[in-house]
């Protein structure tokens, strides 16, 4: 089954290009017929030249970055994006939520609706959507819930994962907190799962792990992409039956989002170095999977800097505090494994109650996918997909920041110009606090 990429503005259009890119390098290295056919069913179709597009659909507010993509693609000469699936205009959203949805989105919808019509059209079997895009600016964050929005509106029944990359902490935008606050509030409603990179944790993975002195936009994108290849390229599941899962969306969806109120899904991979020390390392599942399952606990994003104090406590031994326990607590988690040996790595741990809220029983609460294939150069990859409290710290921040600007109705006319009213901002406030209330909650025994 077909997943269709929507990339969304300057963020989400850099991410899709490296994403396509790992996925088509991935699956055309070796000889790897079975996994390189299932890999380009869902993220490619050929045209009678034989030649990979994406199934993709590109949308900007601004022509630049679109225009890169098609250069690039085209100078690589190894895959490319149909040039009758992009939209853009000459002018932005200013980094405006309320401009993107309010008035960019509602004004394009006929055109962009044509265009995923289009898409999904191409597809023999449609496994769902897959929205790329950034919280903190006016095109990724307001037309691109806009046009989650259309989509559940045309495709009611069809899968929506959104990809949201999370802005720096110091700040990129000015009101990135306010877009931030709307977007989340929205998409909850829309939106199956939502996938979620932190700039800040990318970018210490670039620093400390890859060694990058000079970090670039292009650097954090492919540690992301990397991220997101070993989320959604083929693997065997648990009822899959000797087969790739052919409903790689349906799949996640199901292994992770047990609750609506439970929807944010964090992403962590290992092993991560540069490149030119891979072919000089060696790799073996109990050091890896022990490494990953403490970055669990600890809530540590790479392996540099684990905190091996933290250990999990059992469910009768948790405070019924809101604020949760010194661990990080899950409700499910997916481990996904590619490489040499993955049918004797023992994932026990993985298993193990005290990793887990009360609400669902261990066997439900932890799936697991193999891929016996290599993954983008690794002789062994692990990466963990979680539904846990990982991401309640930067919700909090971003919540508390967002406040404190509206509390001085800071900046609040550049929204109320376009139809974004107070007690829009408060149904969104509401809205997030309650998430991270759930969250929070998931420490007390049910």
Not at 199 to 221: E, F, G, M, P, Y
Not at 267 to 289: C, D, G
Request: net charge neutral.
């Amino acid at each position: 089954m077909s997943v269709v990429t929507v990339q969304l503005g300057q963020c989400g259009n850099q991410i899709g290009l490296e994403l396509f890119d790992i996925i088509y390098n991935d699956a055309q290295t070796g000889q790897r017929k079975t996994y390189c056919a299932a890999s380009c069913e869902r993220f490619f179709y050929q045209t009678k030249h034989e030649d990979f597009v994406a199934r993709a659909v590109l949308i900007d507010m601004e022509p630049k970055v679109i225009k890169q993509n098609f250069s690039k693609t085209a100078k690589r000469g190894k895959w490319k994006y149909d040039d009758a699936s992009s939209f853009n205009q000459r002018q932005g959203c200013g980094n405006n939520w309320a401009n993107g949805y309010c008035v960019q989105g509602p004004r394009h919808r006929e055109v962009v609706e044509n265009l995923m019509r289009r898409e999904v059209e191409r597809c023999d079997r449609l496994s769902g959507f897959m929205p790329v895009m950034s919280v903190a600016g006016g095109t990724g964050s307001g037309v691109g819930t806009y046009v989650t929005q259309c989509l559940r509106d045309m495709y009611p029944k069809s899968f929506i994962v959104n990809h949201l990359t999370w802005p720096y902490g110091k700040g990129e935008v000015i009101v990135q907190n306010y877009n931030s606050v709307l977007t989340l509030h929205h998409l909850y409603q829309l939106s199956d799962a939502i996938l979620v990179h932190e700039n800040d944790t990318v970018h210490r993975i670039c620093s400390q792990r890859l060694h990058l002195k000079d970090i670039s936009i292009s650097d954090i994108n492919k540690v992301i992409a990397h991220h997101l290849g070993g989320v959604l390229q083929p693997a065997l599941t648990a009822d899959s039956y000797g087969v790739y899962s052919r409903n790689p969306l349906g799949e996640l969806v199901s292994a992770l989002v047990c609750h609506p109120e439970y929807k944010l899904l964090s992403v962590s991979t290992i092993p991560q170095m540069h490149s030119s020390s891979i072919a000089y390392s060696t790799f073996l599942w109990p050091a890896l999977l022990k490494h990953l399952r403490q970055m669990l606990i600890s809530n540590t994003k790479m392996e540099e800097g684990i905190n091996w104090q933290v250990r999990p406590l059992p469910v009768s031994e948790r405070t019924q505090s809101l604020t949760g326990s010194r661990f990080n607590i899950s409700l499910a988690n997916l481990l996904i494994l590619r490489g040499k040996d993955v049918f004797s790595a023992d994932t026990g741990g993985f298993g193990d109650a005290a990793l887990y809220s009360s609400w669902l029983p261990p066997k439900d609460a932890f799936s697991l996918w193999k891929c016996p294939v290599t993954f983008n150069k690794y002789e062994k990859t692990a990466t963990l997909v979680s539904n846990s409290q990982a991401l309640l710290e930067p919700l909090d921040n971003m919540v508390r920041k967002a406040w404190n600007m509206f509390a001085a109705r800071a900046y609040i006319h550049q929204y109320s110009k376009y139809g974004i009213s107070e007690e829009d901002f408060l149904n969104g406030f509401t809205s997030v606090e309650q998430i991270i209330s759930s969250y929070s909650q998931l420490g007390c025994d049910g």
